[in-house]
Nanobody
Framework: QVRLVESGGGLVQAGGSLRLSCAASGRTSVNNAMGWFRQAPEREREFVNAIDRSGAIYYSDSDSVKGRFTISTDNAKDTVYLGMNNLKPEDTAVYYC??????????????WGQGTQVTVSS
């Protein structure tokens, strides 16, 4: 089992920035990647991005966060970060960290964090 603890969410004005963190503990060696998803009210959870242990990054097919959100990792700390710039009200969602594996170029989450709320006011 892997325990994921997220932090960094909050309320920010449109155009502002936030940085989410997700620290993993436990049997982290069984997974080769970590990633971020988000879920807005009354919408399905959507993939944001992921990063594997080699540093390769996997992006969502959606253009909604392209150029504004950046994923990074500190492998020594088993921590993944999501830098979010130029936030928009439509970025309001619960953001979830996940650990999993990249299979044929697709991130497959296996375990989830508890989620952290990001609210962007207009």
């Amino acid at each position: 089992q892997v325990r994921l603890v997220e932090s960094g969410g909050g309320l920010v004005q449109a155009g502002g920035s936030l940085r989410l963190s997700c620290a993993a503990s436990g049997r982290t060696s069984v997974n080769n990647a970590m990633g971020w998803f988000r879920q807005a009210p009354e919408r399905e959870r959507e993939f944001v991005n992921a990063i594997d242990r080699s540093g390769a990054i996997y992006y969502s097919d959606s253009d909604s966060v392209k150029g504004r959100f950046t994923i990074s990792t500190d492998n020594a700390k088993d921590t993944v970060y999501l830098g979010m710039n130029n936030l928009k009200p439509e970025d309001t969602a619960v953001y979830y960290c996940a650990v999993g594996n990249v299979v044929v170029g697709t991130f497959r989450p296996q375990q989830w964090g508890q989620g952290t709320q990001v609210t962007v006011s207009s």
